[in-house]
Structures are given as C-alpha cells and as structure tokens.
C-alpha cells in the first residue's frame, strides 16, 4: 500500500514536470499539501494502550497495532477527516494545473485553507471522542501535526501567486 502511494506521487511529479512550470515555488508548496495530506492518512492520529494491547487511531476507525484490520468502531467524524483528506488532496492537484489563473489559484488557495481548518477541528472532535469514549491511555501521532504543515504551505503559494499576479499586472502598465 505504501509502495503504491510512492508510485503515485511519482507519477504525480512526473506528469508536473511535463506540463506545468515546476519552477515555480508555489508548485512545490502545492505538492507538499499533496504528500502532508497522504501521510495524515498513512500516519496514526492517536495511540491508545489499554493493559498489554495498543490500538492506532486512523480516521477509518481503531486498528490494532501492527494490523490492517478496520476495528470496531466507526465515527462519522472520522469519515468526515477521511473524506477531507481525500478532497484537499483532488483540490491541491487542481489548483496546480490553473498555473494560468492566478486569481482562481487564490480563490482555491482560501477554499483549500477552510477545508484545512474544518479536518483539524473535526480531527479534534474525533479524538477528543475516542478518548472519551476509551478507558486507557491515549498519546497523539504524528497525523495530527500534517493538516498544520499544509495550511502553512498554502498561505506560503497563495503568498507566492499573489506576488506573481503583482509582478505580470506591474509588466503590464510598463507597455
């Protein structure tokens, strides 16, 4: 599984290096959301022990550790991070391939951002839950710091494409 996840961002590169500007720094900071987004969904949100058993927390449900087995039980919540997940991941692709519309690359930038805010905040609730909901002891993963890092990379492209609309508007009155 995370083979093929590997494959895919290498495609992904591949196909952005033929039909985009890769050197554009905005680019990078897209694919970066691209690749935090894979790993919220690789990496364990939360670590529960209960005796001599440990349990990982994933946004599909609790797994015991060491297993790819869907364990017992189901938030709506965690489908809501799943789903999410899966969304800002087709959002930060799309935003990449309208290189020409800068001013749209924003607007998505903003939407992407909210969806940003909305898994973190549903990605809390979720956790907060199962801890709840679970008598044994909980530590958070590395998941939960993911959502943080994209939202830092897309204020840093939507940084960098307004930058560019400000340099071709300036080119512009120059003629």
């Known amino acids: 599984m995370a083979v093929d996840k590997v494959l895919f961002l290498c495609q992904y ?3 952005l290096k033929q039909k985009t500007m890769l050197q554009r720094i905005q680019t990078v900071y897209l694919f970066l959301v691209l690749v935090f987004a894979v790993l919220f969904l690789s990496f364990p949100m939360a ?8 349990f990982i927390v994933k946004p599909w449900g609790i797994v015991p550790s060491g297993t790819l087995e869907v364990g017992g039980y189901f938030s709506i919540l965690g489908m809501v991070c799943l789903v999410l ?3 800002i991941m087709i959002l930060s ?7 020409k519309k800068r001013l749209l ?6 939407i992407n951002l909210f969806l940003h805010m909305i898994l973190v905040v549903s990605a809390f609730f979720y956790l907060d839950g199962v801890r ?3 008598d044994a002891s909980f530590s ?11 939202m830092v990379m ?12 400000e340099l071709v508007r300036s080119a512009d009155r120059l003629r």
């Open 85 to 87: 997940a899966f969304v």
């Open 105 to 110: 690359q924003i607007k998505l930038g903003k």
């Open 93 to 99: 692709v799309y935003t990449t391939y309208k290189f």
């Open 47 to 54: 670590t529960l022990q209960a005796g001599i058993e440990s």
């Open 13 to 15: 590169l591949i196909i």
């Open 140 to 150: 958070f993963g590395l998941a939960v710091i993911f959502p943080l890092l994209s």
């Open 154 to 165: 897309i204020f840093m492209a939507n940084r960098a494409i307004r930058r560019d609309e």
């Open 132 to 134: 709840k909901g679970l």
